[in-house]
């Protein structure tokens, strides 16, 4: 099973820039969609962001589109969420997920149902 590792969070004020990580070992994601998902305090993981194994195709939630980019660096085995005009709501636990198949495609991602591992998480907060 790959384990994920995610960094990158942190302390920021509102209006600010943060850039998450999630680094993969134990197996090549290079040929597997990926994809950002959050906690806040008292609410569910909710879907943030999926990238297509090749990178090229992406989706978003509402809540972050055109303020959050999702990346990735199929040599890496890494994948990243730039995370811009950041505001208090968007405090929660960060995590990177994997998909059981390879056949899972980004749009199928936005489904926690379709999701095998996951990283144990980093906590943005964003202060007004």
């Known amino acids: 099973q790959v384990q994920l590792v995610e960094s990158g969070g942190g302390l920021v004020q509102a209006g600010g820039s943060l850039r998450l990580s999630c680094a993969a070992s134990g197996r090549s994601l290079s040929t597997y969609a990926m994809g950002w998902f959050r906690q806040a305090p008292g609410k569910e993981r909710e879907f943030v962001a999926t990238i297509s194994w090749r990178g090229d195709i992406t989706y978003y939630a509402d809540s972050v589109k055109g303020r959050f980019t999702i990346s990735r660096d199929n040599a890496e085995n890494t994948v990243y969420l730039q995370m811009n005009s950041l505001r208090p709501e968007d405090t929660a636990v960060y995590y990177c997920?994997?998909?059981?198949?390879?056949?899972?495609?980004?749009?199928?991602?936005?489904?926690?149902?379709?999701?095998?591992?996951w990283g144990q998480g980093t906590q943005v907060t964003v202060s007004s």
């Open positions: 997920a994997a998909p059981r198949s390879i056949a899972t495609t980004a749009q199928m991602m936005r489904d926690m149902a379709f999701v095998e591992s």
